[in-house]
């Protein structure tokens, strides 16, 4: 689906309809406290950065040690070491999940404790979360039991899985995470509504296109995390 002509259509329903925005209206609104998460990068990140200029320049990807082969295009060479840059931020093992291990202070770790740190704080009002992350989406439900496994074995499986795993060691209920991707129908995203609203479930995990429109989760919403950002405005 898509629109053309957008500049008539716009002049077009200016002509018919009045726009209202809240401070018009007075709404009364809670006051959005934004905080930006930083973490340092690991020796192992910067080395890797380091192959990733190189690469830039060379297309030889050999040196970088990928689990999976990348795109061999000259005039793809920069979005290719975007890409792997962006992957390498988040988790290294989003590379290659065989040569490297989780790191305790990387991006998804220092995430998850700020998100049990909130989960904690407001476990008297059954506050809820989302997260959002559009990148490495768990492919199968996965139990505790068979996550705990991978992780004793050093099976990476998905970034989700690894926030999920980190979010019930840490004293969260399995069944108070729940994943956008289990809720596809408009009956379970209701269910899922419903579940969120009344602190069944604490934490939702989804991409931005899934968990960004549709849903009615936020009568107890307390923090709203971005792991990734989209790459489109």
Known sequence: RYFVNIPELV?????????????HMGMDKPVKNEVLLLNEQSPIQRRFYKK??????????????????????????????????FKASLDMRLINGKVYKDEPNNKVSKMVEK?????????????????????????????????????????????????????????VAEDEIAFVQDYKTPEKKKALGDMMNDGRIRI????????????????RLISVIHLTIPWKP
């Open 204 to 219: 939702l995990i989804g991409s931005t296109d899934n968990a960004g429109t549709g849903l009615n989760v936020q009568k």
């Open 11 to 23: 002049s077009m329903y200016c002509n018919i309809t009045h726009i209202m925005t809240d401070n």
């Open 115 to 171: 998100v049990l740190n909130t989960y904690k704080a407001f476990d008297n009002e059954k506050g809820t979360q989302i997260i959002f992350c559009d990148t490495s989406v768990s492919k199968k439900k996965l139990s505790f039991e068979e996550l705990e496994e991978n992780y004793k074995n050093g099976i990476f499986t998905s970034i989700y899985d690894d926030i999920k795993y980190k979010l019930i060691k840490g004293g």
């Open 52 to 85: 990733l200029a190189k690469f830039l320049n060379s297309g030889d990807q050999l040196m970088l040690n990928l689990g999976s082969p990348v795109s061999n295009n000259e005039k793809a060479l920069s979005l290719v070491t975007m890409n792997l840059a």
